[in-house]
């Protein structure tokens, strides 16, 4: 069969500082999908997809310091 198809995809991605050792990261993906064959016919995806999550940037000694 004839298979024709074009793929877009785009991803932006931020970080925001909210102490020295504390970040959040926020992301967002854009994929196109055009997909044409002669047995199924024309199909087209389109999706936008979210992504966060929380960065913390610990060092050695304050992971090893006893509870006060």
């Known amino acids: 069969s004839d298979l ?5 995809g785009l991803y932006a991605q931020d970080t925001m500082s909210l ?5 959040l990261v926020g992301g967002l993906r854009y994929d196109d999908v055009d997909i044409d ?3 199924f016919g024309q199909r087209n ?3 936008w997809n979210a992504s966060f999550g929380a960065h913390a940037h ?5 992971v090893a310091k006893p509870p006060t």
């Open 19 to 23: 102490t020295d050792t504390l970040k």
């Open 45 to 47: 995806y389109e999706a």
């Open 58 to 62: 610990v060092s050695p000694a304050e």
């Open 4 to 8: 024709k198809s074009r793929n877009l």
């Open 37 to 39: 064959n002669i047995d």
